[in-house]
């Protein structure tokens, strides 16, 4: 067979043609494809970040609110006491007061190693320092002590559950304290001066002139080597005779929550409206070094400082307690923490968006450039062997036309494909018309039964053959023929959506096979693949029909369960880890058999999670916590 000259090839020219415009129209479709993805996640990242920083902002709030709620307590039962004629007993007075020789007025020791005070309880971990010139001999005074020392350890022993301490000081250098673990006022010394104390001098009538609830800045105690922030409440029983309750709320536990507990991909930090930065997980630094009295304003941090000017703007045009602002490169989730009045931000970057939106684009426009060399290379063996084969047979034809030689022709020495239905047969009897053979070409023609259409048909379901096969490709995955990571996404939203809408449960399973890597370092990776194939064959045939299964990635798979409560989940998931560990496996040889287990995590859709994000991201952590408890374990 004689090569064409490419330069003058109609089959290139064509399939050149051909690639250039299927390659536009490919490039546009996946252009669409990345834009329709995009902001399909963006629609749905915006609602579940609107759940998640609005039950986010809630759940940071609560020790806030619930101190503020005892202040009021605690306020309303003294006033009411007091107002009451509050007995006081001097003899009692002494016999948990003492004067010490450096002229303060201390708790005896046991009022924080334990007695058993006139209920017949036991009363313990409470402290007090009064200072030198303390009014101790005004009676008045003492009443207030008493009432106050009375109330600290009465109500120190619940709250303290929740709060570092409980304490009551007072203008006339008076604090008395229910500390467990701290012996606060056995430690200070006779000079000591509360009102110097921010806690203190904060609920003057200078400073609170409406005399409400005040919240103290963020500082660090090294007595309790803890971040803190207090509330300060005052009780008035006169204009000139007043008292404030006090709780140290530690905030150790909450920092962790904010620098750990966040999305995948996201950071979160908290600041004041004033623009003092209180938790950030790229500050901490700056933060010890200042002693938590850090502005933004002093950090070298255009970004932050874009970030605090922002929302600062939206904080004050908005008037919620909860909203989300897009910038250029993120979304900030903003909520309120109600109390000190602190502002938890998390800043979730676009990217997290555009990169899956992106992945997506990139794989449909390489395969569907796969699949067009692939139709290129057989259109080129479809042309040279119907078009450019039978031209090269014509060229011959003409030249035994040219040179008279008819014989050739007619005596089928120049074999013309006569017996296609096409263009090109009818060419070939038109040569043989041409060279004497009309008599010939009515018969010929009857003996062509095959119909252009039929070809046609014919190639249309190759074509279709071929279609459904890389559309297969394309969804499942070729080891264990289940759902792959990108089609078992699709399908999984699309079943949160319905059961959303329809208000039913939702359950997630993350599955993982364990010390996989183990097996294929020790068994090979013919093992590896038969045992993930022998998993998802198992997983497949333990859940139910209408449960959507899916292979991750490596040796992770993921099951949906619509329809499905928690309990339902677990007797589900149960059975799959039993089913599993029974499975056996030999080696190459067949010389020695091995077992493997599997972990699964748990999570379930709720009012608030139908976010696909969220519940992956909920079983994800479920799992890790079955690893930790000793693999092959469900929760």
């Given at each position: 067979m004689r090569f064409p000259n490419y330069k003058q090839s109609l089959t290139m020219d064509v399939m050149l043609q051909m690639a250039v415009r299927v390659s536009i129209v490919i490039i546009a479709v996946s252009a669409l494809t990345y834009w329709h993805i995009y902001k399909t996640l963006v629609s749905s990242t915006i609602d579940g970040l609107e759940h998640y920083i609005q039950e986010r902002g809630q759940r940071e709030s609560g020790i806030f609110k619930l101190a503020e709620s005892n202040h009021e307590i605690f306020r309303a039962t003294y006033l009411a006491h007091w107002q009451q004629d509050f007995f006081y007993n001097d003899k009692f007075f002494w016999h948990v007061f003492e004067r010490r020789s450096d002229q303060t007025i201390r708790l005896q020791k046991k009022a924080y190693d334990g007695y058993f005070n006139h209920s017949g309880l036991i009363s313990k971990d409470v402290t007090a320092y009064i200072g030198a010139n303390a009014p101790i001999e005004n009676n008045a005074f003492r009443k207030k002590l008493l009432l106050a020392y009375t109330m600290v350890d009465h109500f120190g022993v619940a709250w303290t559950r929740q709060f570092a301490n409980l304490y009551v000081s007072m203008p006339e250098n008076v604090n008395i304290v229910y500390w467990p673990g701290v012996r606060w006022a056995d430690n200070a010394t006779s000079k000591l001066n509360v009102l110097s104390e921010e806690w203190v001098y904060i609920t003057t009538r200078q400073n609170n002139p409406n005399r409400n609830s005040v919240w103290t800045g963020l500082y660090y105690d090294p007595t309790a080597l803890e971040w803190m922030v207090s509330l300060e409440t005052p009780i008035d029983i006169s204009p000139t005779n007043t008292l404030n309750i006090g709780h140290d709320i530690l905030l150790n536990a909450l920092f962790d929550r904010v620098f750990n507990d966040h999305l995948t991909g996201t950071y979160n930090f908290i600041f004041r409206e004033d623009g003092r930065l209180i938790a950030h997980p790229a500050k901490i630094n700056e933060m010890n070094r200042t002693h938590g009295m850090l502005m933004i304003s002093q950090l070298k941090d255009?970004?932050?400082?874009?970030?605090?000017?922002?929302?600062?703007?939206?904080?004050?045009?908005?008037?919620?307690?909860?909203?989300?602002?897009?910038?250029?490169?993120?979304?900030?989730?903003?909520?309120?923490?109600?109390?000190?009045?602190?502002?938890?931000?998390?800043?979730?970057?676009?990217?997290?968006?555009?990169?899956?939106?992106?992945?997506?684009?990139?794989?449909?426009?390489?395969?569907?450039?796969?699949?067009?060399?692939?139709?290129?290379?057989?259109?080129?063996?479809?042309?040279?062997?119907?078009?450019?084969?039978?031209?090269?047979?014509?060229?011959?034809?003409?030249?035994?036309?040219e040179g008279q030689r008819y014989e050739k022709i007619t005596g089928n020495v120049l074999p013309l494909p006569d017996h296609l239905d096409n263009e090109i047969g009818k060419l070939a009897k038109l040569f043989k018309s041409m060279s004497g053979s009309l008599q010939n070409f009515r018969s010929d023609m009857q003996r062509l039964t095959h119909s252009l259409e039929d070809q046609v048909k014919v190639r249309t379901r190759e074509l279709q053959r071929a279609k459904d096969k890389a559309e297969k490709e394309a969804t499942i995955d070729s080891l264990t023929q289940i759902p792959n990571r990108h089609s078992f996404y699709n399908r999984a939203k699309a079943l949160l959506q319905q059961a959303d809408h329809a208000g039913e449960p939702l359950c997630f399973l993350m599955l993982d096979i364990d010390l996989f890597k183990m097996i294929n370092d020790t068994y090979g990776h013919p093992q590896g693949d038969q045992v993930l194939v022998a998993c998802a064959r198992t997983i497949e045939n333990t859940i139910r029909e209408k449960d959507l299964l899916g292979r991750l990635g490596g040796e992770e798979f993921a099951v949906v369960l619509p329809n499905t409560s928690l309990e339902e989940a677990r007797v589900i998931a149960e059975r799959i880890r039993v089913m599993i560990a029974e499975l056996s496996f030999y080696t190459a040889q067949r010389t020695q058999s091995f077992h493997t287990t599997i972990s699964i995590g748990i999570s379930c859709a709720s009012e608030t999670i139908y976010a696909y994000e969220l519940l992956y991201k909920h079983a994800d952590l479920a799992l890790y916590e079955a690893k930790q408890s000793g693999r092959n374990f469900s929760d």
């Open positions: 255009t970004q932050l400082q874009h970030y605090f000017q922002t929302l600062q703007t939206n904080i004050h045009h908005k008037q919620k307690d909860y909203f989300i602002v897009e910038s250029d490169d993120e979304f900030l989730a903003v909520s309120k923490i109600n109390g000190p009045g602190w502002w938890f931000v998390t800043v979730y970057p676009k990217s997290l968006l555009s990169s899956p939106s992106l992945n997506a684009a990139k794989f449909i426009l390489i395969v569907s450039l796969f699949a067009l060399v692939i139709e290129l290379v057989m259109l080129y063996l479809v042309m040279m062997k119907k078009v450019v084969k039978p031209l090269e047979t014509f060229m011959d034809a003409s030249s035994a036309i």
